[in-house]
């Protein structure tokens, strides 16, 4: 059957990123930060605080894969530390200095706004991330990612990650397609191989020798955006 729509995850696949949420100096930071907001909280104690809410709420959620959501974490940090009511607006502030203080390396990967440009001319395309929508929506147009969307389904904003069925599936509804009409690009053989598979999508893997999971296997794979255009019209 004819392809109609292409999907594409966004971390490891289309950015290339490397984060680190446990150095110390990002806490010291943001904890002289959230002073000029009245919340008084020392580094380590944020540093234990985070990663204890983010496994709390993760250990709350009856979903089997669980997500959390950080604007939330923070929310509850600044309002349980904090001397005062915080605007939307401050608490995604502080998401998004936490989010680049974090951030060790962050590029699109070579030749993707090229092919995006091709893609998106033939194809109907989508996001489907497991991505937090505080910071991720600004990175997506701080790269210029969005014109090449006709949506964009992230994780936190609805408590379940991939391979859950259900993201995929959103997406495929508000394209208005089939799932056998079609592809989804992403890095990772557990979630997303065995999510796009689970739903019936044709799978492309980037940059990653594990070509099969769980019974599942790639309809195809490439490590250069100059080869994407010949696998989609080859499947």
Wanted: net charge positive; proline share 3%; hydrophobic share 40%.
């Amino acid at each position: 059957m004819k392809n109609k729509a292409v999907l594409f995850d966004l971390y490891g696949t289309l950015i290339n990123i490397k984060t680190d949420e446990g150095d110390i100096g990002t806490y010291e930071i943001l904890s002289r930060y959230l002073k000029y907001h009245l919340v008084y909280i020392s580094a380590d104690a944020l540093r234990k605080t985070y990663f204890e809410a983010v496994q709390q709420h993760l250990s709350q959620s009856k979903e089997p894969f669980p997500e959390v959501d950080v604007y939330k974490v923070f929310f509850d940090i600044m309002h349980s530390f904090g001397k005062k009511k915080y605007p939307s607006s401050t608490v995604i502030d502080v998401s998004m200095l936490f989010r680049s203080l974090t951030i060790r390396r962050f590029e699109p990967f070579e030749g993707i706004f090229e092919v995006l440009d091709e893609v998106s001319k033939q194809y109907k395309t989508a996001l489907v991330s497991d991505a937090q929508w505080v910071f991720t929506k600004a990175e997506i147009k701080m790269l210029g990612l969005e014109r090449f969307f006709r949506h964009i389904i992230l994780s936190s904003k609805y408590g379940f990650k991939k391979p859950d069925k259900r993201l995929f599936n959103i997406a495929l509804k508000k394209l208005g397609i089939r799932s056998e009409e079609a592809v989804y690009i992403g890095d990772n053989p557990a979630r997303d191989l065995v999510g796009a598979k689970m739903v019936g999508m044709k799978f492309l893997l980037f940059r990653n020798d594990c070509k099969s999971y769980n019974g599942f296997e790639a309809d195809g794979f490439f490590y250069d955006y100059k080869h994407l255009m010949d696998l989609l019209t080859g499947i």
